[in-house]
DNA sequence: TTGCCTCGAGATCA
DNA sequence: CTCGAGGCAA
């Protein structure tokens, strides 16, 4: 690490000099400073190699903030003295982003991989390209770049929207202040944050000589890091940035290749590890190669990530709800260790599934410690035949939940018996029942079974829905055993006098718990239905719900029948639906509800136009003059649908350059109208 | 599921 | 100052 250190008498006599000699304004001098400490920045962290030492860098950097406070209408955000940090941060403000931030489809074996494969080379027919990368293990970040200087540095969040980190950010010092080269207007870059080996076993030897607790691992660390308050903090903190893609209007490169290559010439750090591939080969020798040469890196990665090169193709991809489908992570082998069954216990959920849980001799997995596996079901125990003083195999894979993967049977003790599944709810002691064709048992006890009714309203509170800020599952917890809440309406009954006599809640939680439970008054009525916590009526499903009934009163009357003409919207949902809302209870807390003023009625844009009604689209081929999102929307706003194939349900198609084998199919099924871009924007004119 | 950071509450000590 | 809840990230 490089020590900022320097002695105030040497950067006075420099002052006197640059002045003296050189006849230059403070402003000139600031000017050419920031940019020779910008450049041996850029040669020390960005490409480890530095031209000065760093004596000569501290002095410099002295000299400017020196210059900076007496002239503070001088001083940049960007300065390269705010590396050092010192702003403090109260809380961070949310952020949206401007470009959605997808997650990666997951693959586990070479099986899927190639499954993969063969499903991207179906729908895009020539020339396919890969970009295969190493998947580094840190946090995702997205940094905002106007005309080429560090706006915005924001976490990924649920990747709508995030944590401005911006004052935390800028004391990374892989990440340019200031971009090199021409900079577009506008652009957001996306890469990874990551803690060195060596700057996590540093911290490590600093805390302990400081008498702290050591770190578990370095990925933890680098995410909690970025999340302190005192930027000065931060900046102790060893941190890299590793950059994969930007986004932005206009942007001079047309694949994830020369997106990296751009990435690079503009001052990121972007490791020259990532490789171009043609065939399946190439692919896998790359994956190969990076299990074996992952252990010598100086971080850690956990997978490998395979792009499609093109941008073009890329588009013909497009994205499934969650992940783009012209991308997927490749993650290696998990970690596994062995360790002792203790004891099973019994979790009862919200809707009232009993999930077995493996409670486990603590043990070392991957740098967490492991006490806890979900066994799922009772036939993941049966499979398994897992039994009590087992000697079990724990898996850490990519889903980060630890998992039983195998019974070790020359160490089972002699008279281990097999598990019976257990018939009454723990909680309540109710006979457990098993619907037919489901693996789970529920608890039929809806009404008087504690943890589903907490469960509930935990559910309710809970970020995806109503979002209440400072009141957690233990909160709840407290409320239901004082006897304040038992169903999600009594939240908007409780006063401060109910509350304050509560342990653990003084003034000011309790002023934040009432102010979170008005706020939610607030939310969009979507989330207040995903809140109430309808089996099958998830995030998606609600919002569909909304789209098609948009107040719950038109949503209340619906039959199934009418709930299945929605598009996504089967008979499991609709039953379940309709079955809700048949209950006297559920449909008096709805009242309530809407007496206390939550939203229960959509707002939605209104269609600019029906000239679309009945139609169905499909894009293909590169498009110029508008991007597909752009087309979703223009579609939708016309009353016009997207479909996602080529079949008879499709009516219009619309291609642009170097369309391939949708247009062909197209062609064959002769009922499809074929468009170009320019007639289509005729289409809606 | 676990680890890290932050905050409020309550204990401890001056 | 220490503890535990809460939020967040993977």
């Not at 979900?374 to 993941?380: M, Q, R, V, Y």
Request: aromatic fraction near 8%.
């Amino acid at each position: 690490m490089k020590t900022h250190h320097g002695s105030n008498k040497i950067k006075r006599n420099l002052l006197t000099c640059a002045f003296n000699c050189s006849f230059m304004t403070p402003e000139e001098r600031i000017k050419i400073l920031t940019q020779e400490l910008q450049e041996h920045n850029y040669n020390y962290y960005v490409l480890d190699n530095p031209t000065i030492s760093d004596y000569e860098f501290d002095m410099k950097l002295k000299e400017l903030q020196a210059l900076e406070e007496k002239y503070p209408q001088l001083a940049d955000a960007n300065s390269p003295t705010r590396r050092v940090g010192g702003d403090v941060t109260k809380n961070f403000p949310t952020i949206q982003h401007t470009y959605r931030m997808y997650s990666l489809v997951n693959s586990y074996s070479r099986e899927e991989l190639v499954e993969w494969i063969e499903r991207v080379e179906k729908s895009v027919d020539e020339n396919l390209e890969y970009v295969c990368e190493l998947k580094f293990d840190g946090a995702s970040i997205s940094l905002k770049y106007i005309n080429g200087q560090l706006a915005e540095g924001v976490t990924r969040g649920d990747g709508y929207q995030g944590d401005d980190i911006t004052t935390n950010v800028r004391t990374i010092r892989s990440i340019p202040l200031k971009l090199r080269g021409d900079a577009p207007e506008e652009m957001y870059v996306r890469g990874e944050i990551i803690l060195p080996l060596e700057g996590f076993q540093q911290i490590n030897a600093e805390r302990e000589e400081l008498g702290l607790e050591p770190f578990m691992n370095p990925r933890n660390t680098a995410s909690g890091s970025l999340k302190m308050q005192d930027s000065a903090e931060v900046a102790k903190r060893p941190l890299q940035a590793f950059m994969y893609a930007v986004q932005g209007k206009d942007l001079p490169f047309e694949s994830q290749w020369e997106m990296l290559a751009f990435c690079r010439n503009a001052g990121f750090k972007v490791p020259d590890s990532a490789k171009l591939c043609k065939t399946q080969k190439e692919i896998f020798d790359f994956i190969e190669h990076w299990d074996k040469g992952r252990l010598n890196l100086p971080y850690e990665i956990d997978g490998i990530v395979i792009k499609v090169n093109p941008f073009y193709q890329q588009n013909e991809l497009g994205y499934t709800a969650k992940a783009p489908r012209w991308a997927i992570a490749y993650k290696f082998k998990a970690e596994q260790a062995q360790t002792k069954l203790n004891e099973i216990t019994y979790q009862v959920g919200r809707t009232g599934a009993v999930t077995p849980v493996a409670n486990l001799e603590p043990v070392l997995l991957a740098g967490t410690t492991v006490k806890r596996a979900s066994l799922h079901n009772a036939d993941i125990i049966a499979q398994l035949d897992v039994r009590i003083g087992d000697t079990v195999m724990v898996e850490k894979g990519g889903e980060i939940i630890p998992k039983i993967v195998d019974v070790n049977l020359d160490l089972r003790p002699k008279d281990a018996e097999k598990v019976e599944f257990i018939k009454h709810c723990p909680e309540c002691n109710t006979a457990l029942v098993r619907h037919e064709g489901e693996s789970a048992y529920y608890c039929p006890n809806e009404d008087g079974c504690p943890p589903q009714i907490k469960g509930r309203i935990e559910h309710f509170i809970s970020r995806k829905a109503m979002d209440m800020d400072s009141i957690g599952a233990e909160t709840i917890a407290q409320f239901y055993e004082a006897g304040l809440v038992n169903k999600i309406s009594d939240l908007y009954d409780l006063r401060q006098e109910d509350l304050l006599p509560l342990e653990r809640l003084g003034e000011k939680s309790v002023q934040n718990i009432l102010e979170g439970i008005e706020a939610s008054k607030q939310n969009p009525f979507h989330k207040v239905l995903y809140g109430l916590g309808i089996r099958y009526v998830g995030e998606t499903v609600a919002k569909k719900l909304v789209r098609a009934f948009p107040n719950i009163h038109l949503l209340m009357q619906a039959t199934e029948e009418e709930l299945e003409s929605v598009d996504a919207i089967g008979g499991r949902i609709a039953n379940s639906v309709t079955e809700y809302f048949a209950k006297e209870e559920h449909r008096e807390m709805i009242a309530k509800l809407e007496k206390e003023g939550l939203q229960f009625e959509a707002e939605f844009e209104e269609n600019i136009s029906e000239v679309l009604n009945g139609e169905t689209f499909l894009f293909t081929g590169k498009l110029s003059e508008f991007t597909r999102e752009e087309a979703k929307e223009m579609v939708e706003k016309n009353g016009g649908k997207i479909v996602s194939s080529v079949t008879k349900n499709l009516k219009n198609l619309v291609v642009g350059e170097n369309a391939g084998s949708k247009l062909k199919k197209a062609n064959e099924l002769g009922t499809v109208k074929i468009l170009t871009e320019k007639e289509f924007l005729a289409l809606i004119k």
